[in-house]
């Protein structure tokens, strides 16, 4: 059974920059699509961001396109979100989860981690 482990997050001023990283075990990384998602305070959760099983093709929501970068490191099995020019609406939990079944869905989800953006 995979299990997710989130980190990375915590606080950092507007316009600054973070990376996360979610480190996967129990499974084989390598065939699994991964994303990562968030969710503010009171609001449902987005989607950010996910990246096939070899790495070779990546989405973005709207709202963090040119802002954040999703890689992965099969390897390492870990995944990371790159994100720089932070705003304060950018503040959430963040979670990576797994395509663990591969049925086009993500079905195995992280703890998560706090961004928190300061103006």
């Known amino acids: 059974q995979v299990q997710l482990v989130e980190s990375g997050g915590g606080l950092v001023q507007a316009g600054g920059s973070l990376r996360l990283s979610c480190a996967a075990s129990?499974?084989?990384?390598?065939?699994?699509?991964m994303a990562w998602f968030r969710q503010a305070l009171g609001k449902e959760r987005e989607f950010v961001a996910d990246?096939?099983?070899?790495?070779?093709?990546?989405y973005y929501a709207d709202s963090v396109k040119g802002r954040f970068t999703i890689s992965r490191d099969n390897a390492k099995n870990t995944v990371y979100l790159q994100m720089n020019s932070l705003k304060p609406e950018d503040t959430a939990v963040y979670y990576c989860?797994?395509?663990?079944?591969?049925?086009?869905?993500?079905?195995?989800w992280g703890q998560g981690t706090q961004v928190t953006v300061s103006s």
């Open positions: 990246i096939n099983w070899n790495g070779a093709s990546t």
């Open positions: 989860a797994a395509d663990s079944d591969i049925m086009g869905r993500y079905d195995t």
């Open positions: 129990g499974g084989t990384f390598s065939k699994y699509d």
